[in-house]
């Protein structure tokens, strides 16, 4: 595939954000994927690797709407969805807007809402809308949800149910910066935070122009072969309590056509299927009790199977 000025765009998005985001460029790589294959993250990490500035440096170099929303125990659904108020001078109920209506939503620390709350996003997340007292809203387009969670703390959480872990289309991780990248943040951050010093590059329509076209990625009868073959082995695996859903198989494919328009690709290859399979289905997988006892982690399984199923050689391209 030639590159077009959308490609360029998102190259530049994507150096501008590794500029003030250091040391990050697998993770942001990843996350402009999922965004441009129009899929939800859920990105786990310590607090203070940066999860929040990322999300905000995004939306600030696409003049993108942005809303934040940190959960606790005593957070409601219409906190998040909105909700009718009575108005006594027009004798009328209004709806006033949550921040839902957003193009990009961090829900941080998503763990800590209760599952009422959580599921509230269930529908928003999968048909990019909210019903309301029966009226259902059409959110922003393009939205995309990120969600953050603390892996050590567990006092007052709540686990996210498959149901709600299936929805999101890649799950992946900050970890700490090497000490060279620490050493100069330290010396950067004098200058503010990162994400209000990111300079606009393009508008929100961008990401509408490079969803279209990646849309287009030629995937090739072989490949989504391979794709079922390694999603189904999931649900065969003897440490694998629950396997890969169908969606999984959709986001998967949809996850590796955009991985390859984002490396200037026009087809899908072998190869982009084990980069995201990781990152995809490593999330939706329940391990049984034999995995916890042997010490054996999602990670592991997966490239276990990648080894064994057999990968296609011969692609019409």
Known sequence: MKTSPLHASMLHLQSTLEKYILGKHQEIELLLTAVIAGGHILIEDVPGTGKTQLIKSLARSLDGQFRRVQCNPDLLPTDITGMFIFHPKDQAFIFRQGPIMTNFLLVDEINRATTKTQSALLEAMEEHRV????????????????????????????????????????????????????????FRHVLGQPSERVETIADIDLIHKVQEEAKHVHVDDAIGGYIIDIVRATRKHRLILLGASPRASLALMQASKAYAWLKGRSYVTPDDIKEMAPHVLGHRLMLSMDAKIEGVNAKSILEQILKQVPVPIRLEM
């Open 131 to 186: 019903t309301i007292d029966g009226q259902t809203f059409d959110l922003p387009q393009p939205f995309v949800m990120f969600a953050t969670q603390n892996p050590i703390e567990f006092e007052g959480t709540y686990a996210l149910p498959e149901a709600q872990l299936d929805r999101f289309m890649m799950k992946i991780h900050l970890g700490y910066p090497d000490e060279a990248t620490e050493k100069m943040m330290l």
